[in-house]
């Protein structure tokens, strides 16, 4: 069986579903969770599912990805549009990754429209709500078959 996805949330995502749903909506964390499994599961996948308020907590769990996924989603929450430590660790990851953001950035304040995270991904998704995990799951799953198939050719 192909490794698992790993599906990182950063600051303050514990939070969803609890606050400002105009922006974010009303789907919790738990929700968010358990329609990834579903869709993971749908393509033959496996989600390792965690969220962190701490920089270097988000950093250690992109090292471990490098050796123990096959894939990851990425929702880096504030530290998107701080984080040097986080671009530099995605560089090192080597697997597709894809940026994801259930409000749209560019719509809010103009600190969101900068992300350290874009330059450094496979994909971005934002906008479409708690959907984006599912989309970011789908195009992961794609794109991790396409590898597979490349390296069975070689
Ligand atoms: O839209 C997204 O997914 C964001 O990554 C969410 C971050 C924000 O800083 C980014 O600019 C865009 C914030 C997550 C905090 O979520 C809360 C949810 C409910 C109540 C308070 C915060």
Request: with cysteine; proline share 5%.
């Amino acid at each position: 069986m192909a490794k698992p996805l790993f599906v990182l949330n950063g600051p303050n995502l514990n939070l969803l579903g609890s606050r400002e749903p105009e922006i974010y909506g009303h789907t919790t964390l738990a929700d968010i969770e358990a329609e990834a499994r579903k869709c993971a599961g749908a393509h033959g996948l496996g989600i390792e599912f965690r969220q962190s308020n701490h920089e270097g907590e988000l950093v250690d769990w992109l090292q471990e990805a490098r050796v123990s996924a096959s894939g990851v989603v990425l929702n880096a929450g504030a530290y998107t549009h701080t984080s040097v430590a986080l671009h530099d660790a995605l560089k090192a990851v080597e697997l597709p990754v894809i940026e994801v953001h259930i409000s749209n950035p560019y719509k809010r304040e103009p600190f969101r429209h900068t992300s350290f995270v874009s330059p450094v991904v496979t994909g971005v998704i934002c906008g479409l709500g708690a959907q984006g995990y599912s989309l970011a799951i789908e195009a992961l799953a794609t794109l991790i078959s396409a590898r597979a198939s490349k390296k069975g050719q070689a």
